[in-house]
């Protein structure tokens, strides 16, 4: 199965780039575009600004963008075959979402982690699905109107100057070329998207190992700011909105890295939260699953990879960058006998005193510390850490009986 990851992400990605070239909006909704223009780059101006957008914030971007659709169509004739995200039962529901959400963060800057995880998990995976249905299904709809405008297809009516001045050197009938610029436009757009909503999406899974409610409220005020300004510049010039979406675009370009391994690590995260599956997990005797901490050199932090260890006792961690490219391995720089496992509220990491933190534990594992100390020959057992630890402070403090904990 491990073998099959790499295929199967292959076909998962083609088929999100390759799908939507088959779909056609059923009425224009074409991008912003300054008035009275309707040359191609001005509609390529508003398409990149729509894109960046929606990927800062799918669910939002989405919302937003269909309401806009829905206030400024003709009349209900032209209102009734918009898509669906502009339609009443998508937008408001979707909207009311996003309100709940901003309340339990209002609430969740004074309320203890613990019970305000769960709903940033849950929030967590309403990006993810959001951004996917985005991805397949609102992107390439915007990116195939661009593709009409940018072929004279839906402006030829309204506007036979542009009609000719694309198509001047055709003779006879005009063929309809808006599948051959779909072949373009769509994954253009779609790639732009998967840029900017990972490096946005990486706020969720911050907000996720983020131990305080106030620093969650600080990243999900700086993305929102970002959004409203991008609205505000393509609203007053779509070209200082698309100049304003390439600075976000280039900048996410730059992060995508960092960005990718927040998003595998989320993802892990939230699969084996609501699934529960650390009462199905039982950790191997060797070659573990594992994520890089911040101190393992040479590694970049939080890289998806195995944790092995072997033969005369050294441990190794084998990983894969991008999950796809060839297998490298990075030497654990201190023996077993230094490292302990650090039981945290919601996932467990592995440190020794000497270099800090070198793994982090998928939530899984919680429940499953000690197996995993003994099975690595860890020298330092099993400790609190993080909450868990500044819990048992506390219940010493105030004269409760703290979690002991067996060392070596």
């Not at 000719?164 to 253009?188: I, R």
């Not at 072997?310 to 201190?334: C, M, Q, S």
Request: aromatic content about 10%.
């Amino acid at each position: 199965m491990k073998r099959l990851a790499p295929l199967l992400l292959s076909l998962t990605l083609a088929a999100v780039l390759a799908t939507p070239l088959t779909a056609a909006p059923a009425a224009p909704a074409a991008p912003a575009a300054p008035a009275g223009d309707r040359s191609p780059s001005a509609a390529l101006a508003g398409a990149v600004s729509t894109v960046t957008g929606i990927a800062i914030s799918p669910l939002l971007g989405t919302s937003v963008y269909g309401a806009y659709l829905n206030v400024t169509a003709k009349d209900a004739a032209a209102r009734a075959q918009l898509p669906w995200f502009a339609q009443w039962g998508f937008f408001l529901p979707a909207l009311l979402i996003i309100g709940v959400c901003a309340a339990k963060d209002s609430l969740g800057a004074v309320l203890p982690p613990g019970f305000k995880k769960p709903l940033d998990v849950l929030e967590t995976m309403e990006n993810k699905a959001s951004g996917l249905v985005a991805a397949g299904a609102v992107i390439p709809l915007t990116m195939g109107t661009l593709s009409k405008l940018l072929a004279g297809g839906s402006t030829a009516a309204a506007d036979p100057g542009f009609s000719a001045a694309g198509l001047a050197m055709l003779s006879g009938p005009h063929p309809d070329l808006a599948w051959l610029l779909n072949l373009l436009t769509v994954p253009f757009g779609v790639a732009m998207f998967a840029l900017v909503w990972m490096a946005s999406h990486a706020i969720n899974v911050l907000i996720l190992l983020s131990p305080w409610g106030a620093i969650d409220a600080a990243l999900k005020a700086m993305r929102a700011g970002l959004l409203g300004l991008l609205t505000l510049a393509a609203t007053i010039n779509p070209w200082v909105g698309a100049a304003l979406s390439l600075v976000v675009i280039v900048v996410a370009y730059f992060v995508a890295g960092w960005a990718f391994r927040l998003t595998v690590f989320g993802s892990v995260f939230c699969w084996d939260f609501f699934t529960v599956r650390r009462r199905r997990f039982v950790p191997a005797e060797n070659d573990n699953p594992v994520f890089a901490g911040a101190n393992l050199a040479g590694v970049p932090p939080r890289t998806y990879g195995r944790l092995v260890r072997r033969t005369a006792g050294a441990l190794e961690f084998i990983y894969r960058p991008w999950l796809v490219l060839p297998e490298r391995r990075a030497a654990v720089p201190v023996p077993p006998a230094q490292l302990a496992v650090g039981r945290g509220l919601f996932f467990s990491s592995l440190s020794a005193e000497a270099v800090g933190t070198l793994f982090l534990l998928p939530p899984r594992y919680r429940g499953h510390e000690d197996v995993v100390a003994r099975a690595y020959l860890l020298g330092g057992g099993v400790k609190d850490a993080g909450l868990r630890r500044a819990w048992s402070v506390l219940k010493e403090l105030f004269g409760g009986a703290a979690t002991r904990t067996q060392l070596g």
